[in-house]
């Protein structure tokens, strides 16, 4: 007869009674909960079928040990259960789009991201460059305020990986560190999310006609509309522009959306600094969606736009077609 292995629960019940034994009805709870999380362990500890997230758990670690995964995408999430140890973290995206910039510029230079979420504790998480370790976001406390999004460059050549230490408390059982990534090409609005990485004046500067044209062919949306309000973010440092689109050309996700047939309604942001203005005209509205939301790119007035399609076209110098009005 062939050799039956026994059940997980099985395993479960019979640990349970020995426990039981060993620290009587009331003491076995907490210890029937580590018992649970070892035994299913193998199925928290695994990657996305893509190779773009990974999802884990600090129970099976041995103290000091370090884990090294490696993510192959330009997006996807981390989600490390009851941190325990430390995780090395490699970002090595497949995609050739992943270098290129809204410029159509394939310099090497890549832009990566992080956004913590907002229960992230139990770990600190590093930048490591050349072996060096700077901290990018330290165990959050209740009272802390929301996470920043933290950007960083790598040049090629360069050796980066992201560290992540937990930290030493009695009761794991809250902990959850998790973060999402987006690795991009050199585009500059990545970076002015976190203020130590750009200057206004660079993230601020009106696109030139080339900007334009190459920005029509590569952002995540494409729009034509009218600025109804602006409001500030607060938590993002981040100025919000509502806007009514009356043509939707291009758009990565449902950015745009509304029962009207004449326009839909969405909002774009960017740095507060730009000092961006509700006003009469109709713009055209590129960028980069940035973790769910529209970024902007470049924006010219319509009409402007136009023009400057129009004389590129007839010299035969447009990257790409659009169906302008």
């Known amino acids: 007869l062939l050799e039956r292995k026994p059940e997980p629960w099985n395993i479960y019940f019979y640990l349970r ?54 993510l192959h995408c330009s997006e996807g999430t981390l989600d490390w259960l009851y ?59 209740e009272s802390s305020p929301p996470p920043r999004v933290r950007c960083f460059s790598r040049l090629p050549g360069e050796k980066l990986a992201l560290f992540l230490q937990a930290t030493p408390h009695q009761d794991i059982s809250r902990r959850i560190a998790s973060f999402r990534y987006e690795l991009r090409g050199d585009w500059t609005a990545h ?52 806007v009514s689109a009356t043509r939707v050309f291009r758009q990565k996700y449902a950015l745009f959306t509304g029962s009207s047939r004449l326009a839909s309604r969405g909002e774009i942001r960017t740095l507060l600094q730009c000092g961006v203005k509700p006003g009469p005209g109709s713009f055209l509205f590129t960028g980069r969606v940035h973790f769910g939301e529209a970024w902007l790119g470049c924006a010219p007035r319509y009409k402007d736009f136009q023009r400057t399609y129009a004389e590129a076209k007839a010299a035969r110098q447009i990257p790409c077609e659009l169906p302008v009005d």
């Open 17 to 70: 009674r020995q426990m039981q034994k060993m620290f009587g009805f009331g003491g076995w709870i907490n210890a029937t909960w580590i018992l649970l999380f070892a035994i299913f362990d193998t199925s928290f500890s695994n990657y996305s079928e893509d190779q773009c997230s990974w999802r884990g758990s600090g129970l099976s670690q041995q103290k000091g040990s370090v884990e090294q995964i490696s």
């Open 83 to 141: 941190p325990k140890g430390a995780l090395r973290l490699t970002l090595s995206p497949r995609l050739a789009s992943a270098v290129v910039g809204p410029g159509g510029s394939s310099s090497g230079l890549i832009t990566a991201c992080v956004k913590t979420s907002d229960q992230f504790h139990g770990a600190q998480l590093y930048l490591e460059r050349d072996g060096v370790l700077e901290l990018l976001v330290g165990d959050r406390i």
């Open 191 to 242: 970076m002015s999310l976190d203020s130590n990485s750009i200057s206004s004046e660079d993230a601020c500067r009106p696109c030139n006609n080339t900007e334009i044209l190459m920005a029509v062919c590569t952002s995540d949306f494409v729009v034509r509309g009218n600025i109804r309000t602006v409001e500030e973010d607060e938590n993002l440092r981040a100025a919000v522009i509502k």
